[in-house]
Structures are given as C-alpha cells and as structure tokens.
C-alpha cells in the first residue's frame, strides 16, 4: 500500500468523522485527492467503516472490568454470547484458549452497577464469573499498523 494511503486509513482509523479538509490538511493532499484516495480505498475494501472514538468518560462509564466466563456445566451448549447479546454493558465478548471460555470487556458506572451486571451474566449464561477491574487505561483503540513493522 502506498504511503500517503497508509497515513490515510491510519487517520481515519483515529478519528473516523474527520472531514476531509482536515485529512487534505494532514496528508498534504487537496481535498478533491484525499475525497478521491478515500473512495478508491473503499471500493478496494480497505476502508468498512467509520466510528467516531467517544470515551467511556463521556458517556458516564468510568468503570472498565474485564470478565471471564466459564460454564458450570463443560457439557453444555456453548451459547454464551446470543445469551449476552442483549446486555449492553457488555461492550467486547472475546472466544479464548485456556480456562475460562469467553473473556467479556465490560463498562458500567459503579461498583454497584458492576455487581448488578455479573449477578446478570451469571443467571443469563449459566457460567462462573472472575472479574478484574481496570484501574487506567495508558492506551486503547490505538490506529492499526498499516506498515506492519
């Protein structure tokens, strides 16, 4: 992938509401190139989509925890996460090799909302629960590297 393309999707992987007077800005591109260069980069498939990056702060979820999974029952179907999908706490559900089945990433106000939400996910999935609390967050949502190195 070129350079300039490079800088591109790692701008727009940053701050995808961007307007494209400002990407033009930063890649030293005239707006009509960089609109250009964008949709080349979408019909190729390397841009899906857009996000604009809203903290957990802003919304009023200081409280990050990360939450393993596992079920009582090994034998049991592993639906976990349709049994899940309706908690909107539950930001992040990842599928693991080691002990536990699924690790969740989870956002909720308080510590008593926290204790609300895994009394919830143990009733809903029929699974024992070990929580961590994140206590900061040094990075998160970093751009990808498009240069792989």
Same mark, same amino acid.
């Given at each position: 992938?070129?350079?300039?393309?490079?800088?591109?999707?790692?701008?727009?992987?940053?701050?995808? %509401?961007? !307007?494209?007077?400002?990407?033009?800005? %930063?890649?030293?591109?005239?707006?009509?190139?960089?609109?250009? %260069?964008?949709?080349?980069?979408?019909?190729?498939?390397?841009?899906?989509?857009?996000?604009? *990056?809203?903290?957990?702060?802003?919304?009023?979820?200081?409280?990050?925890?990360?939450?393993?999974?596992?079920?009582?029952?090994? @034998?049991?179907?592993?639906?976990?996460?349709?049994?899940?999908?309706?908690?909107?706490?539950?930001? @992040?559900?990842?599928?693991?090799?080691?002990?536990?089945?699924?690790?969740?990433? *989870?956002?909720?106000?308080?510590? !008593?909302?926290?204790?609300?939400?895994?009394?919830?996910?143990?009733?809903?999935?029929? *699974? !024992?629960?070990?929580?961590?609390?994140?206590?900061?967050?040094?990075?998160?949502?970093?751009?990808?590297?498009?240069?792989?190195?």
């Amino acid at each position: 992938m070129e350079e300039i393309n490079r800088k591109i999707v790692a701008l727009l992987a940053a701050d995808g %509401r961007m !307007s494209f007077t400002e990407l033009a800005r %930063r890649t030293g591109l005239s707006v009509s190139a960089a609109q250009q %260069r964008v949709r080349r980069l979408e019909q190729r498939g390397v841009i899906k989509g857009y996000s604009a *990056v809203i903290s957990a702060e802003e919304v009023g979820l200081p409280l990050t925890a990360f939450v393993s999974i596992k079920p009582f029952d090994p @034998a049991s179907p592993d639906d976990a996460p349709e049994r899940l999908a309706h908690l909107g706490a539950i930001e @992040a559900c990842h599928s693991v090799a080691g002990d536990e089945n699924y690790i969740l990433k *989870v956002r909720v106000a308080s510590p !008593s909302e926290l204790e609300d939400l895994l009394q919830e996910i143990r009733a809903a999935a029929s *699974v !024992s629960t070990h929580t961590t609390i994140v206590l900061s967050t040094p990075f998160e949502n970093r751009p990808p590297d498009v240069d792989g190195g």
